[in-house]
């Protein structure tokens, strides 16, 4: 058996496409911090299991989502309320779901999609994100941006989810996104301190490689600009048009936020140790 699970908070604009392409699955587990929408309504209409915890943190919310899959289910598929899976990703997942091998967990690369057009380059596809587990088999590590362990080896499914982060529009996404940039700050206060391995950087793991790219960046000089660069110039991202452009801005913005709030946090933990006096 699979279940589905997906986190939600007030996702009544997408969460009834995202529900519907679940149509595959054999169980549906919204997992919910107390929405004040019609989130809990569409959860309803398509039956699914609805269970309500207070959200502290990311890893901690998708552990406890993952805990409550019932027994029964060998596989879960955990999709976030914007992502859509297509039909062609589905009977990959089906027949991916059948294996007797050791993979316990599978990554899937999403197609982001911003003022109607999927923004391939300025987004920097492709990137891999857990989505498909063995039950039992996966626990979730890092507040924000998690990262993923598994007691088995690793596969890739080929298909693609599709991506809406900006269903609930702009200002949604900027107070997402300020939220964000806090929790950020606060890791990257803790991470810029831990040793760097840049041999990682050459890993064949797309994820520790992406890992250690962003560890690293933590160290260097105008880092929201190198950004930038790296995603409009490098990655190609003037290819997407005007919507490539904006959407490089915007990460500009957010990374200019995560440095401010770095330095800011920084600031206030050197007021708040005891000085040294002078002799």
Not at 184 to 200: G, H, I, S
Request: hydrophobic content about 40%; proline content about 4%; overall charge positive.
């Amino acid at each position: 058996m699979i279940s589905a699970v997906i986190l939600t908070y007030n996702e009544e604009t997408i969460l009834d496409q995202c529900l519907t392409a679940l149509d595959f699955v054999d169980h549906i587990i919204v997992f919910d911090s107390f929405s004040t929408d019609g989130t809990l309504e569409i959860a309803k209409k398509h039956k699914a299991t609805i269970i309500q915890r207070p959200f502290d943190n990311y890893a901690a919310q998708r552990n406890a989502a993952l805990q409550s899959v019932p027994d029964t289910c060998d596989w879960i598929v955990m999709v976030d309320a914007d992502e859509i899976i297509t039909k062609a990703l589905k009977q990959e997942i089906l027949k991916a779901t059948t294996n007797t091998d050791a993979i316990t967990m599978y990554r899937v690369r999403r197609k982001d999609m911003f003022q109607d057009k999927w923004i391939k380059q300025s987004s920097g596809y492709p990137t891999w994100f857990p989505r498909v587990f063995k039950k039992g088999c996966v626990t979730v590590a890092r507040e924000i941006n998690e990262e993923y362990n598994t007691t088995g080896k690793e596969g890739v499914l080929q298909e693609h989810l599709i991506h809406y982060p900006f269903n609930k529009g702009l200002t949604w996404w900027f107070d997402k996104h300020n939220r964000y940039s806090k929790m950020e700050a606060e890791k990257m206060l803790q991470e810029v301190k831990e040793p760097l391995q840049l041999t990682n950087l050459f890993s064949k793991d797309p994820i520790i490689k992406r890992k250690t790219q962003k560890r690293l960046s933590y160290h260097l000089p105008f880092r929201p600009q190198l950004i930038f660069f790296a995603f409009y110039i490098v990655k190609g991202g003037f290819l997407n048009g005007k919507a490539g452009y904006t959407f490089c801005k915007l990460r500009f913005i957010y990374e200019t936020m995560i440095d401010l709030k770095f330095k800011d946090l920084k600031r206030q933990l050197k007021q708040a140790s005891p000085q040294t006096p002078n002799n």
